[in-house]
Structure formats: structure tokens, C-alpha cells
């Protein structure tokens, strides 16, 4: 099991922010210019930006049906049941437990015939929804998952105290449950379920899925109860021409839809994993470090300001396992944010580009030109070769060729993230970017591993599918 290192993340937990972020039309095409950069920009511009497309194919006589892997799913019910119902739930979802009601009843009447399984989709407008799930992944380590589970759906309402009463009630050994909930240590296991259930068009809570079979909200007993006669009588047949009775529900997946795609719909794709050139752009943070963090940024954006200071958080906590590197996407609507890109690159060009980058974002998105020099004078640049620098258009080219990389990327308001490679949208909650981060240092272990060096980590991660999306490995 994975020994995360201690941060005070409870406060963090109980509460989602909005994202937010500064939207501008589709940033236009700049000027070409011939840089080294050029090749990277390139290889960008053949891969999909936020949006991707995918497509699946029926199965047997035209049934609809989703592949569903149970992976280390909490499931209740025999491995040889002839029916598996994957139930994608939220702990603070009064449906829900309506859901959860209507569940223990298909037990009690097809004893040994269905099995339960449990994915976790805690939803944004929940604010104690991730907190459970991941308790309950804690519990599950402790062998106390239904207990615990159980416990949280016998009442309404949820809370950090409610939360932690129903643990202790359940016997569960609650320093661990608190430092696995300040570690984040299932938060991955909950992104992964997550995930999951984007991938094949889950929304709302609950929703079901019966041997694939997708069954919305918690409608009432007889409607589970129809379909469960109908795959009653499929396995029936299955069983007769020689399947056994233990690859039931592998049989009646194995063709199902792997991932479903709303062609109007413009959320990111949350398995998308990009390759990002990082270029000359600034660095800060190790080259070896498991994790890198490409920031597109306008310093005139209050978002970005807002931005900056979960990233500041963020390096406070990972330390070395981090590498932040910047890239410039000045916004037309704000006045001075061009000339503040320009004249962070020419603090660049003397070493002390992240000195100039903190100070302008300490102003908080409010400057002048007069502050710009200011700045300059503040953080111990030769004034000189800084005027000479800001009078010339080598500046100009460095930003140029982040604006075509966003703009081939998909880019189009700041703040914008690529954790190795994974998009993130405007000033997200820091909890955002933890579980991903979380989720990254997994991935870069397995990659050392199996061999990568951790100079290639991040070429290789960046170059590599999620595991557990349609074509990973």
C-alpha cells in the first residue's frame, strides 16, 4: 500500500470551490517564427486539444450494454452470481440511499443470484461526498467497507463528524482513517472510479449498471427487477451452451461499450493525457522531478493571481517531487498583460525570471507600466540590458510560440494546467490538483520501475495513456 506523506488536508476536503477562470475568444494565430520550439509546437498541433472522440460497439442482439470492470470494486454476493449490479454512488446523495434501499432488497430476493458492487462518483455540489469515498476506501483496507458503508446511507445528511462517528461505530482504527485521509492515500482509487464512470456517460447519482446494462437513478424495484428476469434468462442460455458460471459477468461486459462521447460536449476529457514541449520556457523545480506542472498564465488575470497561490501551496507540500514551468498566454483584454510577458522574459534572459514572475503576481493583477520597472529594480536586474531587452523583439518570439502552442492545445482563457500532461481548467481547488498529483506519483513509480529513467519520466508519462483508459497499458 502506498505511505503518502502527512499534509493538514481535512480543512482542504470539506469544501469545493468554483472553478474559474479568464475566457477569451479563440486566441489568434500569431506570426510564424522559426525557433527551435517549432518541432514541439507541431507535435502538439497533431494531437486533440480538450475535446477527443471515441466510438464502441453494440453487443448481442442489439442490447446496449457498458464495459464495466469491477478492478478492486467492493462487491457483496457471491463471484458466481448470475447477476452483477455496479451501483456509481454518492455517500451525501439522498437518491442514493434510496438506491441503497433498493439494492438490499434485490439481495434479500435473489439470494446467491446477485452480486453488488460499489464505484465511487462523489459529486462537486456535495461537499462531504469525496471525504466519504475516500474514507470508505480506508475502510475497505480495514476489511470494514459494508459496515462503514451502510452506516453512511442510514441517515440523511453527512458531515466530517457524522463521518467519523460512523467510523468509529464500525471499528474502524481512526488514526489510520485520518492519516489515510490527510495523505490522500485512496484519493486515486476515487479518481479512477470517477473516471470510470465519465468515460461511459455517468452524470448523476445513482446510476446503475446491470450486466452492462445501464438503469438511471433510483427508479423503483420493478424496473430492476424487469431487467434482472430478461439477463436471467441470457445467462440461462449462456450456461447452457457452456460458459461457466464463474466468468458470468466478464461474458456479458466483454463487448460493451469501453467509452461514451457527446459530441457537443466541451468539459475536458478526463483520460486525455497530452504531450506539452516544455522548450526554453522557465523552470522551477528539479528536471528529474516525478511530476511537472506546465502553467499558461496571464500575470494581468485574477484568476491566475488565484491560480499561482494553490501552485505556491502545492510546491510547499511536494517539494522536490515537483516542477512548475511557465508559459505565456497575455489575454487581449488586459492592457498591460502583453508587456508584463515581455518584461518577465527579460528578467528571464538574467536569471531571474521567477523573482520577477512573484512579484508581479503579488501586485495582484493590478500594475502599470511604472510598476513593471519597478519590479525590475526590485529584484536586482541590470537595468540596462533590461531596457535594451524590452526595446527588442527576441521577447516577442519567445511568447509568440506559447501562444501558438496553447492555441494548438486547445487553450482559450487562464489560467491553464498540464499536470504531465493532463489538462486542468482555470483556478481549480488545490484538492484538484492533489488527487491528480497523487495520481501521477503512482504512475511515475510504475514507470521507474519498469525501467524509465528519471530524466525521461516526464517524456515517457506524457507519451503514455492512463492505465486504466481504453487503450492503456
Known amino acids: 500500500m502506498r505511505r503518502r506523506r502527512l499534509s493538514p488536508s481535512l480543512p482542504l476536503l470539506a469544501s469545493f470551490a468554483a472553478a474559474v477562470a479568464c475566457r477569451s475568444q479563440p486566441l489568434t494565430e500569431p506570426p510564424d517564427v522559426p525557433t527551435e520550439a517549432d518541432q514541439g509546437v507541431e507535435d502538439a498541433q497533431r494531437l486533440p486539444g480538450f475535446e477527443t472522440t471515441a466510438s464502441a460497439s453494440e453487443s448481442e442482439e442489439g442490447i446496449e450494454r457498458y464495459y464495466v470492470p469491477l478492478d478492486d470494486a467492493p462487491a457483496r454476493g457471491p463471484k458466481d452470481a448470475a447477476i452483477t449490479v455496479v451501483m ?8 442514493c440511499g434510496r438506491g441503497h434501499e433498493i439494492m438490499g432488497k434485490l439481495l434479500e430476493r435473489h439470494p446467491g443470484s446477485v452480486r453488488i458492487a460499489y464505484k465511487a462518483f462523489p459529486l462537486d455540489m456535495h461537499p462531504h461526498a469525496l471525504l466519504a469515498a475516500m474514507a470508505a476506501r480506508s475502510a475497505q483496507a480495514q476489511g470494514k467497507f459494508w459496515d462503514f458503508h451502510d452506516r453512511l446511507f442510514s441517515q440523511r445528511g453527512l458531515d466530517t463528524d457524522t463521518l467519523f462517528e460512523h467510523a468509529k461505530a464500525s471499528g474502524l482504527d481512526i488514526g489510520q482513517l485520518r492519516q489515510d485521509l490527510e495523505r490522500l492515500e485512496y484519493g486515486p482509487e476515487v479518481s479512477r472510479d470517477l473516471r470510470l464512470g465519465k468515460r461511459l456517460g455517468v452524470h448523476s447519482t445513482p446510476t446503475f449498471f446491470v450486466n452492462g446494462r445501464v438503469l438511471t437513478g433510483a427508479q423503483p424495484l420493478e424496473n430492476f427487477e424487469v431487467l434482472i428476469e430478461d439477463e436471467m434468462q441470457r445467462v440461462e442460455q449462456w450456461l447452457k451452451q457452456g460458459l461457466d458460471a464463474s466468468q458470468t459477468y466478464e461474458h456479458a461486459i466483454a463487448d460493451g461499450y469501453r467509452k461514451v462521447v457527446f459530441t457537443d460536449d466541451r468539459r475536458p476529457d478526463p483520460d486525455l493525457v497530452v504531450p506539452v514541449p516544455l522548450g526554453d520556457s522557465p523552470q522551477l523545480g528539479p528536471a528529474d522531478a516525478p511530476v511537472t506542472i506546465v502553467a499558461f498564465g496571464d500575470f494581468e488575470c485574477p484568476f491566475c493571481v488565484r491560480g499561482n497561490d494553490t501552485v505556491e501551496s502545492l510546491r510547499e507540500q511536494y517539494g522536490s517531487k515537483l516542477r512548475i514551468v511557465y508559459k505565456h498566454t497575455p489575454l487581449p483584454f488586459h492592457s498591460h498583460a502583453y508587456l508584463a510577458a515581455r518584461a518577465s522574459m527579460a528578467a528571464h534572459a538574467q536569471g531571474k525570471f521567477w523573482a520577477y514572475h512573484d512579484a508581479l503576481y503579488e501586485r ?69 490538483f492533489r488527487l491528480m498529483i497523487e495520481e501521477e506519483l503512482d504512475r511515475a513509480a510504475k514507470a521507474k520501475a519498469s525501467g524509465v529513467s528519471s530524466t525521461d519520466l516526464y517524456e515517457t508519462l506524457t507519451h503514455t495513456p492512463l492505465g486504466d483508459a481504453p487503450g492503456g497499458k
Open 88 to 95: 456509481f454512488s454518492d455517500f451525501e446523495c439522498p437518491y
Open 364 to 432: 495582484k493583477a493590478r500594475f502599470d507600466e511604472d510598476d513593471l520597472d519597478e519590479i525590475a529594480r526590485e529584484v536586482g536586474l541590470d537595468l540596462k540590458k533590461y531596457r535594451k531587452a524590452m526595446n527588442g523583439l527576441e521577447l516577442d518570439r519567445a511568447i509568440e510560440v506559447d501562444q501558438k502552442l496553447a492555441m494548438n492545445l486547445g487553450v482559450s482563457g487562464t489560467p491553464a494546467y498540464f499536470v504531465n500532461g493532463r489538462p486542468v481548467h482555470g483556478a481549480q481547488p488545490e484538492l484538484v
